[in-house]
């Protein structure tokens, strides 16, 4: 039992990894799929004698060996198709660009109290070191103002950047958006009208740019990345999360 309960500190330690988002009130289909897995196995490897009887009454049985190959199937189904999923999203998360003739498209995030969220802010770090060190670098702000929100994420974005120092005339606002089909949409309409750089650099979290690529080439928008780091504890949670983003964009296609 000491070394099974060892074994079942790795998938405990996950499950409190997914958990702790509650806290600051982030509950979404990530978390809960994740903590949800990590339970369930924490609990299989400390009663594991007693889960490996129930397999073999059931395995006894037609009906019941059905449930087990159903389930080993459909478990067997979701590992495959998330770690192909992991694999494209590890691969896109920095694809930076080999020159400075792109526009940076910053995706938009939660806005509080007038003031951007943890990732927002993340993001646009990530932004402005770039546009600091690229002094001839345009760069479209996207995202709309939610129910819940002050002012509008590309507001929020675009006083945060001239805050820090970048100049008010190398930045433009795309404030209509409410995801990031039209964060991208609504920002290849700006980039046309400004006549600025067709290619463009998307700034968001790494977990974020495989899909947002696959969006962008969708509208026919040739993107590379820079990507924002995610803290530690939200990492989980909104990676899982992912998945379920890439297939429902991959089956509504």
């Known amino acids: 039992m000491g070394m099974r309960a060892l074994f079942a500190l790795i998938p405990f330690a996950l499950l409190l990894l997914f958990l702790s988002p509650i806290a600051t009130g982030i509950f979404n289909i990530g978390n809960f799929t994740g903590a949800a897995v990590s339970a369930l196995l924490t609990v299989i490897i400390l009663f594991w004698d007693r889960f490996i009887g129930i397999v073999e009454w059931l395995w006894q049985r037609p009906a019941g060996k059905a449930v087990v190959c159903g389930v080993l199937a459909f478990a067997v189904l979701c ?26 498209v910053v995706l938009g995030c939660k806005v509080k109290d007038g003031a951007p969220s943890l990732m927002l802010r993340r993001r646009l770090d990530t932004a402005y ?68 750089p067709e290619h463009i650099t998307i700034v968001t979290d790494g977990f974020h740019q ?26 989980p949670t909104y990676w899982v999360r992912e998945w379920y983003g890439v297939i429902y964009y991959l089956l509504k296609k």
């Open 210 to 235: 495989f899909r947002s690529d696959m969006k962008a080439e969708k509208l026919d928008i040739n993107a590379y990345n820079i990507s924002a780091n995610t803290p530690i504890w939200l990492l």
């Open 129 to 196: 070191e770039y546009l600091a060190d690229e002094p001839d670098v345009k760069v479209v702000v996207s995202g709309g103002k939610g129910s819940d929100e002050l002012i509008s994420e590309a507001q929020c974005m675009r006083d945060y950047l001239v805050g820090k120092g970048i100049a008010p005339e190398r930045i433009y606002m795309e404030d209509k958006s409410t995801d990031t089909d039209e964060n991208l949409s609504f920002s290849k309409k700006i980039i046309e009208s400004e006549r600025l």
């Open 79 to 104: 590992i495959i198709t998330a770690s192909v999923i992991s694999f494209f999203m590890i691969r896109e998360i920095n694809d930076r660009p080999p020159d400075s003739n792109t526009t940076v």
